[in-house]
């Protein structure tokens, strides 16, 4: 028996991600849908923390073959979305093409996602993770982030996670991987509110652009914590946990906009603002943005209200 027992009564034990899903929506093929990406989100994470990274790139094994792990993700949520049976089309970071997965397109939900974020960063055992986003019926094109029913990411560092964000209900709602395999809830975010902590990518375009060398320097000056991974996913996940500070990766001139709208900003933007946070590509919320091609790109910035605000001003307000 433990003395200490409030390290054992913080985190309370929560429902099983089908529990909640069941209260969460009405919508059988969604639930069932979520259930096949987590399944799929737990052979990912045993296979990202026993990749061997001798060489060029990380890889494990998956019946005969070798793989990298970054295409052995996307191998396994293809597979995870064809065993669901409610998903039409999907397509990939590094599939780009829509990919006819044998679902329904009425009642069924095409999927995008980026099978493992941060695949350069797994030799160095840094944190990485899966991004998807939901859109009803048949169309990934033509649509906005805000058309999405679903996104969630999956979060592979000293704890893995399945962090997920339902149309139907307000909230961003975080699933830790017990030992045993099921997923357990065990976080709710509904509020993102002010603090100074700022997660800086792309710091390259502020060689050529200088209203965003003007952004960095204000959080130097005004002594903002420095929390920058390099992997947009646990980047972005810190302001859903810590409910506070903000995330950029800003273009220049000489350093283009990298992050793919559909397979990364758009599922996370979904995610901040579910979370009670906002987003921003300079102008307006990133889930505003119509995405015309699959592999569209931009500038982004998520965080709190007032860190949004800022952004615009200081990027592109007119003082
Ligand atoms: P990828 O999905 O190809 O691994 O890209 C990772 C992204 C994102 O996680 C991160 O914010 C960004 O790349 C960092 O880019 P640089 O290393 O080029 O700054
Ligand atoms: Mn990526
Ligand atoms: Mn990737
Ligand atoms: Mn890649």
């Known amino acids: 028996k433990t003395k200490n027992s409030s390290l054992v009564t913080r985190c309370e034990i929560g429902d099983s991600l089908e529990e909640f899903l069941t209260k969460a929506t009405p919508d059988k093929g969604l639930i069932r849908l979520m259930m096949c990406m987590g399944e799929a989100l737990r052979t990912i994470a045993f296979k990202v923390r026993t990749a061997s990274c001798g060489g060029t790139a990380c890889v494990n094994s998956f019946g005969d073959e070798q793989l990298a792990v970054d295409m052995l993700a996307n191998k396994l949520l293809f597979e995870a979305l064809t065993y669901s049976h409610f998903c039409k089309y999907a397509c990939s970071e590094e599939v780009p093409e829509l990919q006819d997965m044998g679902g329904p397109a009425e009642g069924g939900f095409s999927v995008a996602f980026d099978p493992l974020?941060?695949?350069?960063?797994?030799?160095?055992?840094?944190?990485?993770?899966?991004?998807?986003?939901?859109?009803?019926?048949?169309?990934?094109?033509?649509?906005?982030?805000?058309?999405?029913?679903?996104?969630?990411?999956?979060?592979?560092?000293?704890?893995?996670?399945?962090?997920?964000?339902?149309?139907?209900?307000?909230?961003?709602?975080?699933?830790?991987?017990?030992?045993?395999?099921?997923?357990?809830?065990?976080k709710d975010t509904t509020e993102i509110g002010e603090g100074k902590m700022f997660s800086p990518g792309n710091l390259r375009a502020t060689f050529d652009n200088p209203e965003y060398d003007k952004l960095i320097n204000y959080y130097v000056r005004e002594k903002y914590t420095l929390r920058y991974t390099g992997g947009m996913v646990p980047d972005v996940n810190q302001i859903?946990?810590?409910?506070?500070?903000?995330?950029?990766?800003?273009?220049?001139?000489?350093?283009?906009?990298?992050?793919?709208?559909?397979?990364?900003?758009?599922?996370?933007?979904?995610?901040?603002?579910?979370?009670?946070?906002?987003?921003?590509?300079?102008?307006?919320?990133?889930?505003?943005?119509?995405?015309?091609?699959?592999?569209?790109?931009?500038?982004?910035?998520?965080g709190s209200k007032n860190e949004i605000i800022r952004f615009e001003e200081t990027l592109y307000g007119s003082s």
């Open 240 to 302: 859903i946990v810590k409910e506070k500070g903000i995330f950029t990766n800003v273009a220049s001139p000489s350093a283009k906009a990298k992050l793919r709208l559909l397979f990364e900003v758009a599922p996370l933007g979904f995610l901040i603002e579910k979370a009670g946070g906002y987003s921003s590509d300079g102008h307006q919320s990133v889930l505003d943005k119509v995405i015309n091609n699959l592999d569209d790109r931009t500038q982004v910035a998520y």
């Open 117 to 186: 974020d941060g695949s350069s960063i797994v030799d160095t055992n840094f944190t990485v993770g899966t991004i998807f986003g939901v859109w009803p019926g048949d169309k990934l094109t033509g649509v906005t982030g805000r058309d999405q029913v679903a996104a969630a990411m999956g979060i592979f560092g000293p704890r893995s996670t399945y962090v997920l964000a339902l149309k139907d209900i307000p909230g961003t709602h975080e699933f830790l991987l017990l030992d045993e395999g099921k997923w357990q809830h065990v």
